[in-house]
């Protein structure tokens, strides 16, 4: 089985021409001038989850979630006045539970 294959040439496509002369590309704007974006949209709809989000974060404040203030404020006293001393055998402990824990 044989196919034949035309060789006839596809003419290439050319720009329309207006009546004064200029060219102007087929979606109708002028090839010279410039590209405009789109104005900006000024509304936001926000999903219920962002809303509970932004609701927690109010009820919040600024206070970051799980933070021990007086205990911060008392290390912070300690460390100043110099009676904050550091447990090197409590911290090596904690860092092999945490080790431990993440599958270490």
């Known amino acids: 089985m044989t196919s034949r294959i035309d060789a006839t040439p596809v003419p290439a496509a050319r720009p329309v021409e207006t009546a004064q002369g200029s060219t102007v590309s087929r979606a109708g704007n002028e090839r010279g001038?410039?590209?405009?974006?789109?104005?900006?949209?000024?509304?936001?709809?926000?999903?219920?989850?962002?809303?509970?989000?932004?609701?927690?974060?109010?009820?919040?404040?600024?206070?970051?979630?799980?933070?021990?203030?007086?205990?911060?404020?008392?290390?912070?006293?300690?460390?100043?006045?110099?009676?904050?001393?550091?447990?090197?055998?409590?911290?090596?402990?904690r860092m092999l539970d945490l080790d431990a824990a993440l599958g270490g």
């Open 33 to 93: 001038a410039p590209v405009v974006a789109a104005a900006p949209s000024e509304s936001l709809r926000l999903t219920g989850e962002a809303e509970g989000l932004m609701a927690l974060e109010r009820k919040l404040g600024n206070a970051p979630a799980g933070l021990d203030l007086a205990k911060v404020e008392s290390v912070r006293a300690a460390i100043a006045n110099g009676s904050y001393r550091v447990d090197p055998q409590a911290i090596a402990e």
